[in-house]
Each structure stands twice: as C-alpha cells, then as structure tokens.
C-alpha cells in the first residue's frame, strides 16, 4: 500500500482520517493513503487551500529580514538581544546551522514536497468540463508556487545566474517527484532555472483564463507573470524580463500610487491598489508571519525599542517630496537601552494593520504583500537597459519617480544604469531584496553613517562591516544537518 507524508498544515489535515488496505496493514497516524488523498474535486481543493496555508507562512519574518539585517541598510541597536545577530555580523559566527538559513532549506523543501505529491495526485483525478478547468488552475497553482520556491532556494544558496558558467555551478538538489528515500546531489544553477521557467510557462497555460486583479488573494496571469520577470531578471534574459514586466504594467490594472495619504494607507492598513498578489490574512486560522525587528513598541511607557534600525545614508537616499519617505520611516521616541529622551527615525514600513490587532497595541501583522507592480516597472528600467533599449529604460523608471513624486530625470549611460539601481533600492527597501540585489550585481558594501552612534552596536563587525563583492556568505550555506545526512550534497565555500 502506498502512502504519503502528510504536509499540509491546513485543508489537507482533514484527510487523515483513512481506512486500512487490510485489516493488518494499518495506516501510520502521520500518512494518507494516495488512493484516498485524492478521489475528487472536493480533495483537489484541500490540497489547493493547504498549498495557500504553506504559501502565507513562506513569506515575511525571517523569509524577509535575515537577509535585509545581512545587508547594509540597517544598524543593530544595543537592545537587539543578538536577533538575526549572526547574518547581521558575518564573519566565523555566521555558520551553517544559523536558524535563518536552516529555516530557509527545510520550510521551501518541505512545501516543494507537498506540491510533487498534489501534481502527482491531481493526475488521477478524471473529470470533465467545469470540474477539468478547474482542476487545471489547481495544478497551474502547484507549479507556480513551486517556481516560486525553487527561486528562492537558488538565490539564497547558489551562486548568481552567469550565462558563462550556470551549466557548471552548483545549484541545489532538484526534486520534482516524491520519493521520501532520495538523497539527491546539487543541480547546475542552470538545471533549476530551466526547471522554474519550464514551471512557470505551464503555469501559464493553467493559469491564462484567471484574470489578475488588485489585492488577488490566489495566483493569476499576472502574478505568474510578476515571478517570471524576476527570475528572467536573475538570468540575465533581459528581454524576457522586460517582455513579462512590461506585459502586466501595460494592462493598466495596477495604477502607481502617487498620493502620500495613500501610499501610507497602502501599507498601514494593506491597500492593494498596487498588489499583484496579497495573501489572505485574518487573526483566527491564518495569522500571517511578521516583520517586527522595526518598531519593537513598548505600551507601558509608550516608546519604541526596535532591533534594527536605518542607517542615516539611508534615509538620505529619499528626497523630502518622495511619498515613500514618509510611508517606510516616521520619528519616534525611543528606549534603547538607557537613553529615553531622544527620537529615531525608524522603519515604519510594517507598523501593523489595527484590524489585524489581538490586543489594543500592535502586533505588526499583515497581509502579506507577495508581488507589487512597482517591482516590474524597476525589473523593466534594468532590463531595458540591459538590453540596450536606454529609451525604454528612461521611459519606465520616470514613470515610477512621478508617481513616486520626484519627477524625472534624463540621464543616459552608466549615470541612468546607476539611477535605475538607485530607484530599484529605494523602492523595494526591507522587502527582502538588496542582499541578492548585491550579490547579483557583483557588489560588496561598506556600512556607514549611523543615524546615532550611542544607541547601536558599534565596530568591524556592525556599523563599520566591510564586505567585498563576490565574498563567500553572499551565498548561504547548506545546512549542516543536511550536510551530514547526505553524503551526495557538497557545501558552499567559506561555510
């Protein structure tokens, strides 16, 4: 009798209740019966919501910050506890059991797992018509998100995508079949990638029927086509990239927000005016991961005592009319340590949705925010100009500063490649994205200009860390358990 590991963490759990093959042959309170884990549409829908349960814990907290703390836009203050002090310090401490990496591997693989088996059972599920459609946007669900995963894993512990050298680096284990006994070695860098745009331009064909619109909860057209710029951006297939980015900001269905008041509110109370897809969220059954190194809010004497905050250059890096200043930062008073008396500028990007609240003070909690539109238009401006189309670059980075209130520039040249960069950054600032940013474009860093040296963690290893490009732990390593268990795996440099 062939039985499954069960994954899913909602929807699915309702199918544990099996019967035996015989009467001897009793089913392990942890499995399901494939026979039975997939008789019909009502079970294909399970395995559908419990694919959007595993999703809305994929993203946001450590699937965010590890990665911005390792970077150079933030300062460890002196009450961050060593949260996230590992990735924030580099060097011999961060090692390979670091839970920000270990998490990382086992909850992208774990869902991967789930997906290979709904694949493998939705394909014994017969049905026609109506039914057949549908089954079809399950399956399209499954693939995408599986491209979303396997892209987040490439990122995170392989080499950056150079067309020279992709079919030789070492990539991570691909796995597109359930086998609970496989000790698979690494993929080529190339391999997983062609694995992800083959899964994504399925996708695509399950998925073309389903329209996006904004704040869409499951995955569309456009969100499967948001994931495809992004990782044609990571390839270097810039008139991919810009062909998929382009399509979805050419449909109008996105509008630039151009308002303060409303760009705030976009992302105080999770507007989606600007969402491809936000992830469903409620305080009952699907509290969402949170990002709450920011703020750190103190009710009983109403001050703040964050983990991290921005660095002064930072916050420079916003001209005063630029909406997104006053959305991503806002001054407030501090208890850091011993000092009561002063304000910080802090990161109040995530300061938590008040009808997501469970007690009458914040608990950061929102709808994830999974694909934005203001993503493809800095994905557009870069590979345009990639591509050496500098027209069209200048075209779509204007239109993001406009609307953004900063007007346009006219540059061309390495000073627009520079200003596209420059954009790209503000723009997506603690969303997870400027360490493989950097590690894409080659660049090492230099943390400085404190916004106030007396409250943060000072030295070689925090507010001065020096990083050069290229260095080893741009690339995390694999974990160490996993190392051990499985002799076919071999570890990233430096680790």
């Not at 109506?130 to 979303?148: E, P, S, V």
């Not at 399950?206 to 569309?220: D, E, H, N, Q």
């Not at 005016?273 to 750190?296: C, D, H, K, W």
């Not at 500063?401 to 960069?421: C, D, E, F, H, P």
Request: net charge neutral; with cysteine.
């Amino acid at each position: 009798m062939k039985k499954i590991k069960i994954g899913f963490i909602a929807g699915v759990i309702a199918l544990t209740a099996t019967t035996s093959c015989k009467k001897l042959d009793l089913t392990p309170y942890d499995s399901i019966e494939v026979t039975t884990a997939f008789r019909n549409m009502q079970d294909a829908q399970l395995w559908d919501n419990g694919l959007y349960a595993i999703l809305r814990g994929r993203v946001y907290g450590t699937y965010t910050v590890s990665q911005d703390v390792q970077a150079d836009q933030l300062n460890a203050t002196l009450d961050y506890g060593n949260r996230n002090g590992s990735p924030h310090r580099w060097g011999d401490s961060f090692l390979a059991d670091d839970g920000s990496l270990t998490t990382a591997w086992q909850q992208y693989y774990y869902a991967i797992t789930d997906i290979n088996k709904a694949l493998e059972g939705f394909e014994t599920i017969a049905v026609t018509g109506a039914d057949a459609t549908k089954l079809n946007q399950y399956k399209g669900d499954a693939l995408l998100a599986r491209a979303f995963y396997y892209h987040n894993l490439i990122i995170r512990f392989a080499k950056p995508y150079e067309p020279a050298t992709a079919a030789t680096d070492l990539g991570v284990p691909l796995i597109t079949k359930y086998d609970v006994s496989l000790q698979p070695s690494r993929a080529s860098v190339k391999q997983v990638y062609d694995q992800i745009i083959a899964d994504i331009t399925q996708a695509k064909t399950y998925l073309t029927s389903v329209a996006g619109v904004p704040g869409a909860k499951t995955f569309t057209i456009d969100a499967a086509l948001a994931l495809e710029a992004r990782v044609r951006l990571h390839m270097q297939d810039w008139t991919g990239a810009y062909t998929a980015a382009n399509t979805v900001i050419g449909r109008s269905t996105y509008p630039l927000i151009s308002s303060i008041d409303s760009y705030k509110a976009y992302w105080a109370t999770d507007g989606t005016q600007e969402s491809i897809l936000q992830m469903n969220v409620n305080t009952t059954n699907e509290f969402p991961n949170v990002n709450n190194i920011y703020l750190g809010y103190l009710a009983g004497n109403k001050r703040f005592d964050p983990d991290f905050v921005p660095a002064q250059w930072v916050i420079n890096s916003y001209a005063d009319a630029d909406i997104r200043k006053t959305a991503y930062f806002e001054s407030k008073p501090i208890a850091i340590s011993t000092t009561n008396n002063i304000n910080l500028i802090l990161v109040n990007k995530y300061p938590g949705n008040p009808s997501l609240f469970t007690t009458a003070t914040t608990n950061y909690a929102h709808a994830p925010k999974v694909f934005r539109v203001a993503e493809l238009y800095v994905i557009a401006a870069e590979a345009a100009y990639k591509a050496g189309n500098e027209g069209n670059a200048l075209t779509v980075l204007n239109a993001l500063r406009t609307a953004r209130g900063i007007g346009s520039v006219n540059v061309s040249g390495t000073a627009l490649y520079q200003a596209i960069k420059d954009e790209r950054f503000r723009e997506l600032a603690f969303e997870g994205f400027r360490l493989f940013d950097l590690k894409r474009w080659h660049e090492g860093f230099t943390r400085h200009d404190a916004q106030n040296t007396s409250v943060i963690n000072r030295g070689a290893t925090f507010d001065a860390l020096s990083v050069p490009a290229n260095a080893d732990k741009f690339t995390w390593g694999i974990p160490t358990n996993d190392i051990i268990i499985n002799s076919n795996l071999v570890q990233n440099p430096g680790w």
